[in-house]
């Protein structure tokens, strides 16, 4: 079956840096446009950042240029590093087929605080 395992998260100072990653089971991973996102407490959840299966990437204007998704089609993962963090950013991020609306895996908590 498909599935995800987050894992990167943590507590991170303002300003700081963490590094996610998805691992992918269950489908051809290379074929699939993939994309990362987060949810935070009360909010519903959001698409932050995107990448084809040609590798061409897109963001959400509220990480575009502190976030860079990539993907590594050989181990099957998929990655988002995240610089100047804010505490904006908290949340739970989770990796998923993009547009898909099932598959969702346990996500990897995110928390900016000094």
């Known amino acids: 079956q498909v599935q995800f395992v987050e894992s990167g998260g943590g507590l991170v100072q303002p300003g700081g840096s963490l590094r996610l990653s998805c691992a992918a089971s269950?489908?051809?991973?290379?074929?699939?446009?993939m994309g990362w996102y987060r949810q935070a407490p009360g909010n519903q959840r959001e698409l932050v950042a995107e990448i084809t299966n040609g590798g061409t990437t897109n963001y959400a204007d509220s990480v575009k240029g502190r976030f860079t998704i990539s993907r590594d089609n050989v181990k099957r993962t998929l990655y988002l590093q995240m610089n100047s963090l804010q505490p904006e950013d908290t949340a739970v991020y989770y990796c998923?087929?993009?547009?898909?609306?099932?598959?969702w895996g346990q996500g990897t908590q995110v928390t900016v605080s000094s």
């Open positions: 998923n087929i993009k547009g898909a609306t099932a598959f």
């Open positions: 269950g489908i051809i991973f290379r074929l699939y446009a």
